[in-house]
């Protein structure tokens, strides 16, 4: 415990610049989901304060997911009340902490480190497209939509362009005010004044905004931003009128089978999520800490059970408000439990006072986060790796930019399972030649898919020559591999090829050399 209080200096300004960041997505998200608005602030706030404790992550911050928005509204609709959806939100934590007890957490640790980056990548780049038009004042659709197609039919690029025809003067203002102050911020000059480590940068950008917006209301209502262009947190009336916006789960519909449809996507989905998440912080954390995985699943299922059984929306590690805590200084998971903390103090005691706050001014930090994870080295860094590490890079992030996240990042395993293989192909069979001479030797793991590369340089083995075999350095050799060598061997006396063998130690290779044409064993 201790050594987290040492930490708090760089943790308690780093929850707030996460606060900000969570809030609007909180709301959005729950808009979008066709929930309960106040759904997302307490997803936001148990992800933060339970799953935040729980966790093995010091980075990492959970909270409400635009990835699972369209599983949420199609659950709701389906069953036709929330607190039926709430029931499925306990299940699918139950499931899983099962999951956590499986050891299903390694899955995690089999995506390439280019998809990794390329997600990250592609989030910084969906941060800045998506956030343009509110950045501009226009906002027809939620803050944390991260899909390309959106459910207005329109998608990541339209939405732009529909966003030029209907700006606000006064929201420009503040959006790129807000970011000349965020980008001074991070200039060694404002970076060697003690004073400003401890004031983050966002939190002076969405005050100035709110009193930009507060003397336009005065002096000219009329350019003064209003409505949709705000913060809408919902405000209680008093103790009593709070403590309604909770719903709590309805038991009786537990054996409603559309319940446990629900609960069974939610936990893969959320699961799978997290994992990326994880792994995606891990890469971002100065420290080079590594979370245990198993123990992120058990508490995000703890989290989703107390959400759900709160009226809250289902919660996983969130990309976005990690990679914010990441860049503001974040040290340990103290950030990710106050930024829990203050969003439940917020919206119990000053929702009023949050609701002054524009879009706008949430839009530039979350397009200067964006800035942050798509910065230009970073491509650079990957062409320099070369085009097996570049192109699974480049696909992910096109992939997730023209689909969503899941789907995106199983393109871009695919891409780099692809360039695995070939890399494997290549490495597994070597072969060298001097004039008639040939060493065709077998290396580390020589598997069924490497069998046309073999038996394609067997059969290209002149009349005459001379061939070694060497398999010593194989760690395994699939079947399919020996009979195409055993059947090279059985004819190359056709060709007067003589065939040298060099044994492995492997088990199975007592198949091999018992023909008549190996001269030495």
């Keep these: 415990?201790?050594?987290?209080?040492?930490?708090?200096?760089?943790?308690?300004?780093?929850?707030?610049?996460?606060?900000?960041v969570a809030l609007p997505l909180c709301l959005g998200i729950a808009l979008a989901s066709g929930a309960p608005l106040f759904s997302g602030i307490i997803a936001g706030i148990v992800g933060g304060v339970v799953v935040?404790?729980?966790?093995?992550?010091?980075?990492?911050?959970?909270?409400?997911?635009?990835?699972?928005?369209?599983?949420?509204?199609m659950a709701i609709g389906k069953l036709h009340v929330y607190d039926a959806f709430l029931v499925a939100v306990v299940i699918a934590g139950l499931f899983q902490l099962i999951l956590g007890f499986l050891n299903a957490g390694i899955i995690g640790d089999y995506i390439p480190n280019a998809v990794i980056k390329g997600m990250l990548a592609a989030i910084g780049l969906i941060l800045i497209l998506k956030q343009m038009p509110h950045l501009v004042g226009y906002d027809a659709d939620y803050a944390g939509d991260e899909n390309f197609k959106q459910a207005d039919n329109a998608n990541t690029f339209s939405e732009l362009s529909n966003s030029l025809g209907a700006f606000s003067l006064a929201a420009i203002v503040i959006g790129v005010l807000s970011l000349g102050i965020l980008t001074l911020w991070e200039t060694q000059l404002f970076k060697k004044q003690v004073v400003f480590k401890y004031i983050p940068g966002p939190l002076v950008v969405v005050i100035i905004g709110a009193f930009i917006n507060q003397y336009l209301l005065v002096s000219m209502p009329d350019a003064a931003l209003k409505g949709k262009e705000l913060v809408k947190l919902?405000?209680?009336e008093n103790i009593n009128h709070f403590f309604s916006f909770f719903t709590f789960p309805n038991f009786s519909y537990i054996l409603n089978p559309e319940v446990w449809k629900a609960a069974l996507t939610l936990a893969v989905v959320a699961s799978l999520e997290t994992l990326l998440g994880i792994e995606a912080v891990d890469k971002l954390d100065p420290l080079k800490r590594v979370t245990p995985t198993n123990r992120e699943l058990k508490a995000q299922?703890?989290?989703n059970i107390v959400s759900g059984l709160i009226g809250g929306l289902p919660l996983t590690s969130v990309i976005v408000r990690s990679s914010a805590n990441v860049a503001s200084g974040a040290k340990s998971k103290v950030?990710?439990?106050?930024?829990?903390?203050?969003?439940?103090?917020?919206?119990l005691l000053i929702p009023s006072l949050i609701n002054?706050?524009?879009?706008?001014?949430?839009?530039?930090?979350?397009?200067?986060?964006g800035y942050k994870l798509a910065k230009i080295p970073l491509f650079k860094e990957f062409y320099k790796k070369g085009l097996d590490q570049f192109i699974p890079f480049v696909v992910t992030i096109v992939a997730i930019l023209m689909t969503d996240l899941l789907i995106g990042i199983?393109?871009?395993?695919?891409?780099?399972?692809?360039?695995?293989?070939?890399?494997?192909?290549k490495s597994a069979i070597m072969v060298v030649n001097d004039q008639n001479n040939y060493l065709i030797r077998l290396r580390k793991d020589v598997s069924f898919l490497n069998k046309p590369i073999i038996?394609?340089?067997?059969?290209?083995?002149?009349?005459?020559?001379?061939?070694?075999?060497?398999?010593?350095?194989?760690d395994f050799i699939d079947k399919d591999i020996i009979e195409e060598i055993n059947n090279f061997m059985l004819h190359a006396h056709l060709k007067n090829i003589r065939v040298e063998m060099k044994k492995s130690t492997y088990k199975t290779l007592h198949l091999l050399f018992n023909t008549p044409q190996t001269l030495t064993a």
């Design 410 to 425: 199983l393109i871009g395993i695919g891409v780099g399972l692809f360039f695995l293989l070939r890399s494997n192909f």
């Design 335 to 347: 950030s990710s439990i106050l930024h829990g903390a203050l969003l439940l103090v917020f919206v």
């Design 52 to 73: 935040g404790m729980l966790s093995g992550s010091q980075l990492s911050v959970s909270g409400p997911a635009a990835g699972l928005t369209a599983i949420v509204a």
């Design 1 to 20: 415990m201790k050594k987290y209080f040492q930490s708090v200096g760089a943790d308690a300004p780093a929850s707030i610049v996460v606060l900000l």
């Design 455 to 474: 038996k394609k340089k067997l059969e290209s083995v002149p009349a005459n020559a001379f061939v070694i075999i060497d398999a010593t350095r194989a």
């Design 234 to 236: 919902p405000v209680a």
């Design 301 to 303: 299922g703890v989290g």
């Design 356 to 369: 002054k706050i524009p879009l706008a001014s949430l839009a530039a930090i979350l397009v200067f986060t």
